[in-house]
């Protein structure tokens, strides 16, 4: 019997994870994120899709695993589409906030490691981000503009990260996180569905 046939054997399937995450960079990298599912991982891998599932809990999860981003950055990004698109705003930043709040980690490395110095890298984080943050805001607005409107969040987000964790600007660096999300989180909500401005 294999070693991924039986569910109970699979907590000790330590060389079974390695070569699951192994393998899902190998094609992660050759492939895109779009372009790599977990099927394909997993016959790479010689398992069962299943046993990725198990190990990583989404395809988001074990492109987190492989990028060694943290492991809460999947359900941060799932925190952020719970609900609908009129407070969106706020819980971008509540979410981006007490997520570095919590992680031991700088903002860059709280992604990945690797995207820094490594250009496939940085293509499959752009892509990452483009596809489960970017493209998942603007398929909520529907808008002509809606590309631009999701793209001037991640303008605004990545301001404020730069300013609270990396350059550590004050008082922003040791604003309450209340206050952050009441006093930004409109800012952030306007970039989204705030009235378009005219143009001559």
């Not at 359900?75 to 007490?98: M, S, Y």
């Not at 604003?175 to 378009?196: K, M, N, S, Y």
Request: proline share 6%; net charge neutral; charged share 20%.
């Amino acid at each position: 019997m294999t070693e991924h046939a039986r569910p109970g054997r699979w907590r000790s399937g330590a060389q079974s994870r390695q070569r699951i995450l192994d393998t899902a960079r190998e094609l992660f990298r050759e492939h895109g994120y779009g372009g790599t599912t977990v099927r394909a991982v997993a016959a790479g891998a010689e398992v069962d899709p299943a046993m990725v599932f198990y190990f990583f809990g989404t395809k988001q999860g074990l492109f987190s695993a492989a990028l060694e981003m943290s492991a809460e950055v999947p359900p941060a990004i799932e925190a952020i589409f719970t609900g609908d698109v009129d407070g969106i705003g706020e819980r971008i930043v509540r979410t981006l906030v007490e997520s570095l709040d919590r992680s031991d980690r700088t903002p860059l490395v709280l992604l990945t490691r690797s995207a820094p110095t490594h250009d496939r890298s940085q293509a499959l984080l752009r892509e990452f981000i483009d596809r489960e943050i970017t493209g998942r805001l603007a398929g909520l607005l529907g808008t002509p503009d809606a590309a631009l409107r999701a793209g001037m969040v991640n303008v605004q987000i990545l301001g404020l990260a730069v300013a609270r964790y990396i350059v550590r600007l004050e008082p922003i660096a040791s604003a309450p996180v209340d206050e952050l999300v009441t006093r930004f989180g409109p800012v952030v909500q306007q970039c989204l569905t705030g009235a378009a401005p005219h143009t001559a």
